[in-house]
């Protein structure tokens, strides 16, 4: 029983910022809790996850440097800081949460979720 509501997408200049949250109901129950993106024609991509017991974190090699995830238990919120955006960022951007074990390249993968987000648009330009 996990709810999850992002918000914070819109439109920014390529090398501009963004910072995505998400709201989660039951985030106590949640063993990791991820953040995912789906550009038309694409497959679901996933970009950072974190621990949310231990706060430990880990980024797929595209984000890396750029992207950073962080949590607030006391919020019951999930973020993404979004730096230095590229056009190839635009994309439709989805929170997701698991109570499964997950660990190293598995903690990424979309398949891993069983609790999503409706998503919220990103949209970079040159």
């Known amino acids: 029983q996990v709810q999850l509501v992002e918000s914070g997408g819109g439109s920014v200049q390529a090398g501009g910022s963004l910072r995505l949250s998400c709201a989660a109901s039951?985030?106590?129950?949640?063993?990791?809790m991820g953040w995912f993106r789906q550009a038309p024609g694409k497959e679901r991509e996933g970009l950072a996850a974190i621990y949310t017991g231990s706060g430990n974190v880990y980024y797929s090699d595209s984000v890396e440097g750029r992207f950073t995830i962080s949590q607030s238990k006391s919020k019951n919120t999930l973020y993404l800081q979004m730096n230095s955006l590229k056009p190839e960022d635009t994309a439709m951007y989805y929170c997701?949460?698991?109570?499964?074990?997950?660990?190293?390249?598995?903690?990424?993968?979309?398949?891993?979720?069983?609790?999503w987000g409706q998503g919220t648009q990103v949209t970079v330009s040159s």
């Open positions: 039951g985030y106590r129950y949640t063993y990791s």
């Open positions: 997701a949460a698991t109570r499964t074990v997950v660990a190293g390249r598995e903690r990424i993968l979309p398949e891993k979720y069983n609790y």
